[in-house]
């Protein structure tokens, strides 16, 4: 679907597509859902360009979420909610601390291998700044962090919600591109294990040389092996959902399955979980889940209109018509992705972007894979981007720190970020060796 033939130089588009696509800009802007926004957008293209009969929204809407491998994405956010409900997030940061508190900036780097750690079960950036910052912030001001920094801190390393496997982003965007989720997952391990490094080397960087936190306790091997004990079953989830799945045992699907059944278990077993805190846990995950897939159904008719009114290749040629440099090229999807991680959500922004762009990077020697990473690591990178990035508004909501306040710390892990991105886009081998 996705291999163009870039000989065909007479594609044009007529109003018919341009009134709609103006249509929904100006309804984004508006702040009208994301999934009313696809929705019209997609039916008003079919009345006004006939390219499709308007009949196929109804087959495409159910089409759109009838899929096994969408039945992963509540179970992990559902997993995450009982994650914190049990407390089993704090033995994960605990861990943490216990591993990386020696060093001299050690609680700042602990932080944000706690985010790693919770990014392995919830697969959301927005939950996992949630909930770290309201654990971690407080004890990185008393321990002399400036709040901006922070807060910044911790929205970067909330970025690995969506890098670090298993995301929900990439079982979106691999629903979208006809691509096993597994196959992605096993991609983006050290990826997401780069950015990772990338945001606890830049804390380490910025303590030295502004003396934020000193930290002189040393490691304690007794007292980590005391932690990881205490931690057992908080390390069990994730070793669940990662062993399962890069072993081969379980799809993810599967995976997150037995993930959210064993943390219940847990909670039940250590009686942190009662009956009564479901009605609440389950509706959360719902409201979250309510966003995702209606925005999910909605993407298929507008994903066939677009390709039945030849929209990708027209894109790929105007864009190669401008251009045939690789780095040009890829610096232009670059600002495209973050400009977008700016201002949406990832689940959009996949839907919209990802069969567009697949077919650029193609042209330039990308494979599906690839593009993938890449893609999911510059909208992740637009998260932390003053100053309109979705993190720095959720750690700014739950702290009462100002945006602003945050965005000027934040550049510095955008600028470490940036750099992990270019060595992904032009060493491919960082993403497919494991493959």
């Known amino acids: 679907m996705y291999q163009y033939m870039m000989q065909q130089q007479t594609l044009s588009l007529g109003w018919d597509f341009y009134l709609p696509l103006i249509g929904m800009v100006i309804m984004i802007l508006l702040a009208v859902r994301i999934w009313v926004v696809v929705g019209l957008g997609s039916l ?53 601390e216990a591993t990386m508190g020696w060093q001299r900036a050690g609680l700042g780097t602990s932080t944000v291998l706690g985010c790693g750690f919770f990014a392995c079960i919830s697969g959301s950036d927005a939950a996992d700044a949630a909930a770290i910052s309201r654990i971690t912030i407080h004890r990185l001001v008393e321990r002399g962090y400036p709040k901006g920094y922070a807060c910044a801190l911790v929205a970067a390393g909330a970025c690995t919600g969506v890098l670090i496997p298993p995301s929900i982003s990439y079982i ?9 989720a597994s196959t992605l997952f096993l991609a983006a391990a050290v990826p997401g294990v780069m950015i990772l490094s990338s945001v606890m080397i830049t804390n380490t960087l910025v303590n030295r040389v502004k003396g934020y936190e000193a930290s002189d306790i040393g490691f304690n091997f007794q007292y980590w092996l005391k932690t990881v004990y205490s931690a057992r079953f908080a390390l069990l989830i994730p070793f ?5 799945i890069y072993s081969g045992l379980f799809t993810p699907t599967e995976s997150a399955a037995v993930a959210v059944v064993t943390t219940i278990i847990i909670g039940f077993f250590q009686g942190t979980l009662k009956l009564a805190d479901f009605p609440e846990m389950l509706e959360s995950s719902a409201r979250v889940n309510g966003v995702i897939v209606p925005i999910i159904a909605m993407s298929l008719p507008l994903a066939q ?16 018509a401008l251009t045939t440099n690789k780095v040009l090229i890829v610096l232009i999807m670059v600002v495209i992705l973050m400009i977008a991680g700016c201002v949406m959500e990832t689940t959009p922004n996949i839907v919209i972007l990802s ?24 909208l992740g ?3 932390i981007t003053p100053p309109l990035g979705l993190n720095l508004f959720v750690v700014s909501g739950v702290t009462g720190t100002s945006v602003l306040a945050i965005s000027r710390h934040a550049i510095v892990f955008v600028v470490t970020m940036l750099v992990v991105l270019m060595l992904l886009a032009f060493i491919p081998s960082l993403s497919l060796w494991l493959l």
């Open 240 to 244: 669940i959902i990662l062993g399962g």
């Open 305 to 320: 209109t677009l390709a039945s009114l030849q929209v990708p290749q027209f894109f790929v040629y105007s864009m190669t």
């Open 355 to 378: 069969p567009l762009l697949l077919p650029l990077a193609q042209e330039i020697g990308m494979n599906e894979v690839h593009f993938c990473i890449f893609m999911i690591t510059a």
């Open 172 to 180: 979106i965007i691999g629903l979208i591109l006809g691509i096993s």
């Open 44 to 96: 008003i293209m079919l009345l006004t360009t006939g390219v499709l009969p308007p009949t196929l929204m109804g087959e495409a809407l159910f089409d759109g979420v009838d899929s096994f491998a969408l039945i992963a994405v509540p179970l992990f956010i559902l997993t995450g909610d009982v994650l914190v409900r049990t407390g089993l997030s704090n033995k994960l940061l605990d861990v943490a």
């Open 381 to 383: 990178i637009g998260f």
